[in-house]
Every structure is written in C-alpha cells, then in structure tokens.
C-alpha cells in the first residue's frame, strides 16, 4: 500500500500533533510513524508523520484539503509518496569517487531514487556514469558562458523533471538564478567540517592549520557559499604524518559516505531545513 | 635509572639521526626510544630520543656538548629528565570540570605533575583545589588591574617554578607579555572544534550554525587568539535535538578529556611546536 | 513546579499513547516531553512521559489511580519526581578514576544525585571520598566471608535509602541475591566492548587479539556475568603500539566517561531494560 | 626511479636496523622510509623499510643475497616492488556493496592493483563486474561439490598469477586447503567487531545483544573462522531504534570503508601479520 510523508515546520504551539493527526485520520489515513521535535531556543515545531493512505483519498486530494488548514496554522509543508522515486540529478567534475558510491547504490536498489542524467563540466566522468548506463551532459563553463549555459542546465534539469541537484564533488559555485530554482534542493559536499575552511583547498587549510581531525560536511546550497543549513557531518582523526596528498585521499572516504547520508535523509523526506539548520529525522 | 628526552627539530639533512644517535651513545647513553618525522612540505626534520644515562654523563653535562653541535645543525631543542615531574599551575575560573579532572589524575598519580598552586579571578573553585590540598590563589581581574594582577601571577609563578601553565577553562585572555615569559608553555582548552567558532560562546555559535558534531581543542597559546599550535581535539555527535545547555554538558567530558591528552603528551615531552603546528609523537 | 517521569513498557496495541495521555490531563498534568519507541521485532511499546504535576493531585495519588489502568494494559512502569535526587551507593576497589569522576560531577551539581557512600572492600580509596566528604565503608571479602559482609552491605544500603549502586571498577562479582534485591538498579562499567572480552582481564584479551579499537560497556548487572542490559558504549582506537599497559592507561578515560553517560541516563529516568535490551531515550 | 619495501620480523636484538640499513646501501640502495616496532611482550621486531633501487641492483638480486643475512637473524620477510601492481582476485555473492566500491577505487586509480577477475558462488553480481571491464567466473558451490570448486578456482587463481585473494562479502567458508596456498593473503571482511559476534547474522546477534555501536572487521583469513589477524576495524553508533535492517544498512557502509582500508594497507606492503596480530605501519 502506498504511504505519504508530510514534513511541517510552524511556531510551536497547542494542539498541533492532534490536529495534524485527526485530519490525517479523517481523510482515512493511518498513522505508522510520528516523530516531532520543538526547538527550545525558537519555539518552532517540527513534524515528520508518515501513514498509510485510505482507499478513498491520496496524496493529492490531501494536499488540497490540508492547504487551507496549513495556512490557519502558518505551516510551511510539504507531502510525499514513498512509493514516488525522487528523480536526482548528479553533478560532477573530475572527482570520480562520490559519484560512483551513488551510482553504485543506485544499481544495488539501496536508495529509492531515479538518476536520469549525470552533468559535468569536463568529460573526465563519462565513462563512470556510461558505465552505469546514466547519460552524462557536458556543459563546460568559463565566466562568460556560465549564465547561457547553466540556463541550458536548467532546461535539461525541468525536462528531465529532476527534482533534487547533487552536487557530489561539482567544482563550481551555482549561481544564485539557478539556487532559486531548486530551493533546500541542492545538495553539496564540502570536503572540511564546516565552518572550519569554508572556500577552496579545504584540505591545504587543514594541513596549514594543524588539526588532529579532518571532516566533511554535506548541505543544502543557499547565497552565501559554504554557509547553507548542514544535514549530516563527520570526521575522521589525522597527525603532523600526513600530508595535503594523505588528507585529500583520507577525506575521499569521508566524502562520499557523509553525501550519501545527506541523500539518504533527503529522498526519505527527514530533513527539513529552517533558520538555516535542519532538524534530521 | 634516570631518562633522558631529546625534543628536536631542524631543516632536514642526511644524516640528522644518526648523528644525535651517535652522539648520545659517546655519552654513554643507551637509546631506548627514538620517533623521527620529516615534514614533507616544509622539509623539516623532528626528532624524539629517550635514552638511558650512562654513569659518567648527566643530562645537565649532555646539554653541555650538545649545545655546540645543536648549533651547526640550526637546531632547536630541548632535555628533559623522565624522573623530573614537570610543575604546573592550573589556572581556571568558574567551571570545576577541567580542574577537578586534572586534580584528580594526580592524585592518582596518573601523571608525573606536580601542582604547586591553582590560580583564579575567583572565589569559586577554592573548595575544589583545597580538597585535594593545593594552595589556591585569587587574583580578580578587571581591565584596568590586569597588567598589575598579570605581574604578581608571574611573580608567584617564578617563586613555584612553575615550567608549564594549563589554563583549565581560564575565561580570561592571557597578555602577550606574560605568553612571551611561557612560549609552547602555557596550554588552553577551547570548547569548540578550532578553527570554527573562535572566540566567546562557541556552543551559541554551533547551536547557531546548526553543526551535527561538537568539539574541542587543546593548543598552545600564542598573542593570537585561539589560533595557537593545535596539541589535541575531538568530537562527539550532537542534533537538532541538542539546546545550547546540552551542548554545553556533552561537551564539558569533550573539554576534560581533550585537555588531559594534551597535559599529557605535554609532560611526556611528546609535543613539538613549530610552524604554528605540532609534531605529536 | 515539580515534574513527574513515567516510564513504561507493555506489548504494543493501538491507542496506548492516547490513553496515558488523556489519564495524565484528567489527573491535571501538563506534559511536557513525551517519547516512545515500538521495537519492530518484539513489538513492545516503550515510552518515557514527563509531565508538570498539577495543584490537585501528586506523583503518590498517580500511582494509586494509575496501577489499575496499567493492569489492563499488561504496562510495566515507574513513576519518579524530577524534585527528588537518587540516590546513590558508587562501590569501588583500588582504582580511582570512576570514583573520582563522579565525586566531582556531584560536587559541581552536574547531576541529579545524593551519594549517601561509598562503599569498597579495600582501604584504597578512603582518601578520595572522604576529600569529597563522603563516608567510606569498608567490607573486606573473602570467599568465606563474602555471604555475610554482602548482608552487611545491604543493611547499609536500606539504611541509607539507596535507590541505585554504581559499581564504579568494584572488582568484585555482585551475589544473585544481592542482584534481586536491586533489579535493574545496580550500574556496572566493563572494561571492554561487550560482548567482546567478558571476564576476567580484558585489556589482557584485547592486547592478545589484535583488536584495532577498545571499549567500555556499562550495563545493568544480572545474574550473568557481564552479560545484562547494555547501558552505554563507547570504544577508542589504538594499534600495534599499544602495550596491555597503554590499553588500561587509554580504557580509564573511555571507562570513566562511559559510566557517567549510563549514570547520567538512568538517574534522569531515560532508561527501560527489557528482553535484557534497553531503550534510551 | 622503482622503489622496493622489505617487510620483515623476526626476535629482537641490538642492531637489526644498523644491519638492514648498512645491507641495503651496500646494494646501492637509498632508504626513503623506516618504520619499526618492537613488541613489548614478545619482544619481536618489525620494520618496513622502502628505499630506491640503486642502478647495478634490482629486487630480485637483492632477495638472493638477502636470504642468507635473513636467515642468521632469523627473519620471517618479504621484498617488493611499488611499481609492481598487486593482483587481486574479489570474491563475492550477492551483496554489491564492497565489490563495487573496489572496482570504482580501481577504476579511479585509488589503488595500485590490477583485478584480473571477479569469483563468485552465484549469478547475481556479474552485471557489477562486468559494467567495470572485469571478467566474472561463477562456481556454484554445494556441500558435494566444494572441493572439486575450490580446486577449480584455485587453478584460475594460479593461471592469472593472483597474488591476494578479496573476500568482498563472499559467504561462503574457504576451506584450510585454499588457505594454506595463500597464507596471510586472504582478506576478509566480517561484519561485526570481532571478537563479538563471529560467525553467521552478526548483525542479528548484535541486535539481541543490544549493542550501542555495531563494527566491521577487516583481517587475514586462517584456518580458525573469523579469527585470523586484524588488519582494520571501525564502528558506528546505533540505538534502540534500529531494527536488524537497518543495523544492516548502516553496517554496508562500514564494511566497504573497512575493507577498502584494509586492502589499501596490505597493498602498500604496510602489514605484518605475526602471532595472530597484525603491525600496520
């Protein structure tokens, strides 16, 4: 049977889970899985609530019954089936190594996800996503084509009906035109524990700083670079033995398992963004 | 039978171990422990010896023919004697954790410390260092009595012989004037994964940035704020879940333990700074 | 306004969480935390309610009123006030770090305890609790002995009103009948990852094995050796470089900590053992 | 210019490093790293040495006079060269997880291996190595038949000069024939953190056990199941929450990252493998 998973957020007051859960209930759906959170600092409430849909009603009709309801309540909201593949589109550059743990989990059924299309701005990656039977797209970008040709991304991106961007190691800032396209809907990986060397060379930073633990660091991509709300975060220890070549290889691990954790959040509908953080279900 | 350490460092050359080696071994010295690291970047040569003292030799003889031959080689160094306890004033302010886990180990006699006196800018913690029978000594601070206050510190210091200060959550900025009289000498414990959230109220700051990990860092001090030589840093896992007041719990055993690695590769002459970056052996 | 803690457990069905909600409103409490978990094998219902006590009515008249609805439900529960500290019986032998961790995390009020005291069969630690300004007890035991100074011990501990015992490194096995008289109340830390190196000197067995990470396990004692509810875990990473006397100099800072956390867990009534499993909220 | 590294150990006694290094500049060989160890229980040196290849020599005639010295000292040792790829033979079954991650190292040129073909005792993961080039062998194995199999596979193996053979989630028991033909060249990864839960469902028994974190283990295979050498261990943190599925999915992750580290290490030639342990350098 098929399921729908409805992610609010509101300011935080009486009463929300049991109206949620009734109107839930009289549209005959059933309630498997309700987790909640109220952040105490800004009194915001958070809801994930996943229930098996009636026979009688769907996701749809609920979407437009329980806007009116939302509006009263000042919920932000969204609603998914979990029977609904998300449609991801891979961005990447030279960097094989986050692409392929996603495309590998993509052929193993680990992740309920589609990948119509890999992009990238080199044709080093070709054969890692044609392997994968993925078509892979070429847009090479310089300062002056940037805008034309992240307009033909874009286009590609709404034909194929894409509905999240993953940025799994893609070398260059996206614009703001086309983040707001895709709001809390570009996912990036940032090889550092963020907000520790944010910007280029993470890793030659690190070395320069001295630390004892490198990390990286996956979020949603907003404006400001670097800075958008993190969903999932880890490290891993180091010393004065390794070099800048050692970090780079050390974090490649890092790297992909800590994306792949944020995609894994993200297409089960438990992140929602707020404030610039997130609460991870 | 007394030990003695070597702490070294230098540009690299052929040759660098085996010469200390065999100049230890003129003196009678039996190695029994010998790490090295070549920096691959700055190309810098570290060195830590521990050897047994022959009977015709001591380590203060030693530092006398070594001091000629350090010099040919551009080296910086330091001898320590593994039967001297290293003397350590704990500075600290309000917060008893960092204390009471520094006291406590050496009660136990899990390091090779004396602790002549803890120092404060308040009352607080008097109960703290006397239950374990250490002299405790208040110096209030205020912007206009610190220079005065910094001077009968250094004062009481000299007259304790005091050779490393640990600043056991200190909440006052230590003076460039009294850093200059402790180089690689006085130790801090920042409550935050440096380099992110420098400065006051890191846990504020991460609970704003919204991190998935909590951190914290053990450095020695230097005139710039928190961006000393990193000695030692970890992590623990925190979420949305977390306010700042839990922050601030979880990372209270973070701070204790973090700092109490640090004092003791410090005391075990495992630590050498350079660069801005340690080599910990 | 004083707080009440429910925590309850029963076969799953649906409606549970409704019901001990609305008995809770009608009894005039505010909830203020509610969590619950239904194990997806077993299919038990675990949930942990906290709630403001209302002006009519109190955690005792709950109990009365409350023990015929958990009859109908097949619930096993408890009921404690947030007002009222635990208290504790911390047991331990010749090494100090457990004891003196959570000495000074009650003397800094980081918990929610009163340590009424300590109780060892050796004379070793005496100084440490009595810095503290807590009674030691000593029972020295033998073989022979063991039946009867076990009596006296828990004479001592009814005086006392003893609601939990920490066994804080005791190195000593708990009887079966001292065991029944405190289900699910006596607090043991395992020097190692359990079930990994049970018994007698793990570090020896962890040395002996090659294992690339340690660990300490505090669990609730059972009538099994090493073998009850898990509590808390942590694990530290060492190598080939680590003699069995590093390991024990690494394990007391994992031990210590990991104790706490369990203690930390249980004294605000987080934790239900069931199916020798626990659910920690 | 080729590089050769010696791995080698054998009883300590003064001198072995002085020995090595002087038999190795006499070839005309130029030491580019040192590591060693000593045991402090066994008292058994280890060392790994790499040094550059002098012109008139080479590694074959350095293994022909190097026998002789190895044999007065008693030495257990090994010779190759970095610039020989190592030859790898994956077993797997029907997981993809650690399969595909290897073949995308490979494929990126992570490490320096070549993978002559993958072995399996099913069908199901021939699509896996086949989209990365690699040839696929299938020997389905009964009771009646395994030995007829596994000498069938080791002909494969002799004919494609394998030099280490990759259990990558390959489920089935090599018997003590194939694993005397490649002693300490067998890795495995078993999916707990051995000791704890050896043998079949780990991920079940960790469940029943209730667990706070579960592992994977990396090590050489012997004749005693999951009990040959540790090479490689990691964990994660897991909770009441997780269902045996999701210990499953959570674990996927470790074991590829596991393995993968392991393999990295053994193809550096950074292992020695003596008494059941393992010296990683």
New interface residues.
């Given amino acids: 049977m098929a399921n729908a998973v409805l992610l609010t957020s509101c300011p935080d007051r009486p009463g929300l889970v049991r109206a949620v859960a009734r109107f839930i209930n009289e549209h005959t759906g059933n309630i498997v899985h309700l987790d909640q ?1 109220v ?3 800004t009194q915001v409430f ?1 809801m994930r609530v996943e229930w098996e849909l009636g026979e009688d009603t769907g996701a749809s009709r609920f979407k437009d019954t329980f806007t009116s309801f939302a509006k009263e309540t000042d919920m932000t909201w969204s609603v998914n089936l979990t029977a609904t593949k998300e449609r991801l589109a891979l961005f990447a550059s030279k960097e ?2 986050c692409l ?2 996603l495309l ?2 993509h ?2 059924g ?1 992740l309920p996800i589609e990948i119509p299309l890999v992009v990238s701005n080199h044709e080093t990656l070709r ?2 996503a044609e ?2 039977g993925i078509p892979f797209h070429v847009f090479p970008i310089t300062k002056e084509t940037k805008a034309e040709q992240e307009a033909k991304e874009l286009a590609l991106l709404a034909e194929h009906q894409i509905d999240t961007v993953i940025l799994a190691r893609y070398m260059q800032i996206i614009s703001p035109q086309m983040i707001a396209q895709f709001p809390d809907r570009i996912i990036n990986i940032h090889h550092s ?5 944010a910007g280029a060379k993470p890793y030659h930073q690190a ?7 490198i ?1 990286a660091t996956s979020h949603y991509v907003t404006a400001d670079l670097d800075a958008g ?7 891993q ?1 180091v ?3 390794h ?2 070549k050692e970090l780079v ?1 050390i974090g ?2 890092l790297e992909k ?1 800590v994306l ?2 944020a995609v894994w959040s993200h297409v089960h509908h438990r992140v929602i963004a707020r404030d ?5 279900f």
Same sequence: chains 1, 2, 3, 4.
């Fill in positions: 959170h952040d105490p600092v958070f094989s190594h392929y743990d590998a989990r052929a193993a680990e054969s890692a392997r994968f524990f963020l907000p520790a060397f070395y320069a700083r001295g630390v004892k633990l990390g709300p993190i969903i999932a975060q880890d490290v220890r010393g004065h033995q070099s800048v290889r490649r691990d398992i792949s954790r610039n953080r997130t609460v991870v």
